[in-house]
C-alpha cells in the first residue's frame, strides 16, 4: 500500500479534531458534558494491542478505561507496566488482571474473535454489525458492516428496521421511509452536518 500523502495526512488531522468537537458539541447541548472526549494520535503507532485486548476479556468493563489511555491519554500501551498502571487506576488489580490474560483461555478466546472478525470481513474499529432475531428464532445480520463512528446513522436505521441489503423492495430504500412519513426516531435518515456548519456549535 503506497504511503498515505502529506494532505492525506492532513485532512485526516483535520476530520479527527472536528469529529472530537462535533461529539463533545452534541454532549453539551444533550446536557451531558462529563461525556466530553479527546483524541490524541498515539505517538507510538501501530499500537500492539494482545494484552491489552485480553484484558479487556478478563474485564469488559475496562474496554473504556483502556480505550482512553490509548487514544485519549496517549500512553504506550503496548508497555505491560503502564498497561497495569492504566488498569490499576480503573480500579482493578492490574497485576492479577494482566496475569489472568495469559492465561490460555483468554489467548484462544482473542485468537476465536479475531479470526470471527477476519471471517466476517471487519477491517477496523468501530465496526458495528447489526442483527435481528428471524422467525425461527436463530440471529440474522441486517445489512452490511458499518465502519466509522461516522456511519453512526447508518447503524441505526439498520436497527429501526431499513435493510440496505435487501434490493427490489421499496423498503430497502431510506427514501421509503421519508415517503410513508415513518418518524425520525424510528429511521434516522440523516447526515453529518457540512463542516461549515459543525464549526458553528462549538
Same mark, same amino acid.
Given at each position: &500500500? ?15 479534531? %472536528? *469529529?472530537? =468537537? *462535533? *461529539? ?9 458534558? +462529563?461525556?466530553?472526549? +479527546?483524541?490524541? *494520535?498515539?505517538?507510538?503507532?501501530? !499500537? ?6 485480553? $484484558? ?20 504506550? &500501551? ?5 498497561? =497495569?498502571?492504566? !488498569? %490499576? ?9 494482566? @496475569? ?14 479475531? @479470526? ?16 435481528? =432475531? ?6 440474522? @445480520? ?6 466509522? @463512528? %461516522? ?5 441505526? %436505521?439498520? !436497527? ?16 421509503? $421511509? ?25
Amino acid at each position: &500500500m503506497a504511503a498515505i500523502s502529506e494532505q492525506k495526512r492532513k485532512y485526516s488531522q483535520l476530520d479527527h479534531r %472536528d *469529529w472530537v =468537537r *462535533w *461529539w463533545n458539541a452534541v454532549n453539551d447541548q444533550e446536557g451531558r458534558p +462529563d461525556k466530553n472526549i +479527546d483524541f490524541h *494520535w498515539a505517538d507510538k503507532f501501530p !499500537i500492539r494491542t494482545p494484552n491489552v485486548l485480553r $484484558a479487556a476479556l478478563v474485564e469488559p468493563e475496562l474496554v473504556g478505561p483502556l480505550f482512553r489511555g490509548c487514544w485519549e491519554q496517549n500512553l504506550d &500501551m503496548a508497555n505491560d507496566e503502564v498497561l =497495569r498502571q492504566a !488498569i %490499576d487506576n480503573a480500579g482493578y488489580n492490574g497485576s492479577q488482571v494482566l @496475569q489472568q490474560a495469559n492465561e490460555p483461555k483468554y489467548k484462544a478466546e482473542l485468537r476465536s474473535r479475531t @479470526q470471527e472478525a477476519k471471517e466476517a470481513g471487519i477491517c477496523g474499529v468501530p465496526s458495528y454489525r447489526v442483527f435481528r =432475531r428471524s422467525g425461527g428464532g436463530s440471529w440474522v @445480520q441486517r445489512g452490511d458492516i458499518v465502519w466509522g @463512528q %461516522d456511519l453512526i446513522a447508518d447503524v441505526e %436505521d439498520y !436497527i429501526a428496521g431499513w435493510n440496505g441489503g435487501v434490493v427490489n423492495e421499496r423498503s430497502a430504500s431510506k427514501l421509503w $421511509a421519508v415517503d410513508t412519513n415513518i418518524p425520525s426516531t424510528a429511521c434516522s435518515c440523516r447526515a453529518r452536518e457540512p463542516r461549515s456548519q459543525r464549526s458553528s456549535l462549538v
